[in-house]
């Protein structure tokens, strides 16, 4: 542990992944990175969160 837990660390960081759409769903897409499928909603998709790397 710490010597002073009272510190905290935070990180805030933007990552960029390509990868393969697999499906579009009415709120959903899937989407293929390496071996993994991960969903995104698509609302995210309207906001700035993913905008910006777009």
Same mark, same amino acid.
Not at 13 to 30: C, Y
Not at 37 to 46: E, F, Q
């Given at each position: 542990?710490?010597?002073?837990?009272?510190?905290? /660390?935070? $990180?805030?960081?933007?990552?960029?992944?390509?990868? *393969?759409?697999? !499906?579009?769903? #009415?709120?959903? /897409?899937? $989407?293929?990175?390496?071996?993994?499928?991960?969903? *995104?909603?698509? !609302?995210?998709? #309207?906001?700035?969160?993913?905008?910006?790397?777009?």
């Amino acid at each position: 542990m710490t010597k002073n837990p009272e510190k905290k /660390i935070a $990180v805030n960081s933007q990552i960029s992944l390509k990868g *393969l759409v697999k !499906a579009i769903f #009415n709120d959903t /897409i899937h $989407v293929q990175i390496g071996g993994k499928v991960i969903t *995104l909603p698509i !609302a995210d998709l #309207n906001t700035n969160k993913l905008e910006k790397n777009m």
